[in-house]
């Protein structure tokens, strides 16, 4: 087999390309011939020693991916091989097969591309942990999308359009926000030419979103608090935009305002059973057509770092997919 190798995180460039042996799964584990795998940010993040996850070196970056099981190791009763799974393990997509814990593979539907299901689990259980879980989306409410253009920010639209939310869409092209009104975003605002605040006041009448979902961070998240409506929700998805921002406390409270944690990974292994129920609805949604990933586009495995810079140059819509 081949991967792409981290000996040391200290960035894209000392990734490797290159031939190891296969190896075989142990109790509890799945050997993963690998069709397709997507980038997501904190992919970038661990190659760098950024991530708080620190696997020991070296390892194979690729947190998440979709393929075909090759062999189970013991104990596994509910994989066979030749089905088709997609996993988000943390590590190990980024090469033509790998190994997987068994309970970490969702089982996929006969129509279910490889390419979706690489770009699936991260960002819609991300989106609807968020928007249904932590903010308590209900129909008839608004919400705003920071970064509405990217992975998490197209599963969020989506999410939100099927639980009935209106939905502004945030982002820093004309052609993004083409984009955000092709997946069902009722406004759009173009930060990079608007003001953020004073057009959320025309497109809300003054009221302010419902719940405003942030991926981003930096510059746009304190003028983006200050337009919140009362009691709403603001969700702490990510910080693609750079800095952490530092947001003065007295904003919550003189909005009755929640400033709400979201961190999925967790959320899965605490309460396991929530989150399978979770990725039972989702599934469900995308054989419906209410979901579905935005792939900006495909690439071969073995182009994984033109892959990070064109993430690098914030002109992606959706995802990258890697494919073998």
Not at 172 to 183: F, G, I, N, P, Q
Not at 221 to 237: H, K, N, T
Request: aromatic fraction near 8%; proline fraction near 7%.
């Amino acid at each position: 087999m081949q991967a792409w190798l981290c000996e040391n995180p200290t960035g894209v460039e000392a990734l490797s390309w290159r031939e190891v042996s296969t190896p075989k799964p142990g109790p509890g584990e799945v050997l993963i011939e690998i069709q397709a795998a997507s980038l997501n940010f904190p992919d970038l993040l661990i190659v760098q020693n950024k991530y708080q996850m620190k696997p020991p070196l070296p390892f194979v970056p690729g947190s998440e991916y979709a393929g075909t099981v090759q062999c189970v190791g013991d104990g596994v009763t509910h994989l066979k091989i030749g089905q088709k799974v997609a996993c988000l393990s943390g590590t190990g997509g980024f090469g033509t097969h790998t190994l997987a814990p068994a309970k970490l593979c969702l089982p996929l539907p006969e129509h279910f591309p490889a390419t979706d299901a690489a770009a699936f689990i991260m960002t819609y259980a991300t989106s609807y942990h968020a928007l249904l879980d932590r903010a308590a989306l209900k129909a008839g409410e608004t919400v705003l999308v920071l970064g509405a253009a990217g992975g998490v920010g197209t599963a969020a639209i989506q999410i939100a359009k099927a639980t009935g939310a209106k939905v502004i869409a945030a982002t820093s092209t004309d052609e993004k926000c083409a984009l955000c009104k092709s997946l069902g975003a009722d406004e759009v605002i173009n930060y990079s030419k608007l003001n953020l605040r004073e057009t959320l006041k025309t497109q809300t009448a003054g009221q302010g979103p419902d719940v405003i979902y942030d991926p981003v961070g930096g510059d746009i998240a304190e003028p983006a608090f200050r337009s919140i409506a009362w009691r709403g929700r603001y969700l702490v998805v990510g910080f693609a935009g750079g800095p952490i921002p530092c947001l003065p406390l007295n904003l919550p409270l003189l909005k009755g305002a929640s400033l709400v944690g979201v961190f999925w990974g967790e959320f899965a292994k605490r309460e396991p059973q929530a989150n399978t129920s979770m990725m039972e609805t989702l599934a469900k949604w995308y054989a419906l057509g209410k979901i579905k990933p935005v792939i900006d586009r495909t690439l071969p495995m073995s182009e994984l770092k033109t892959a990070y810079a064109l993430m690098g140059t914030r002109s992606v819509k959706g995802k990258l997919v890697m494919v073998n």
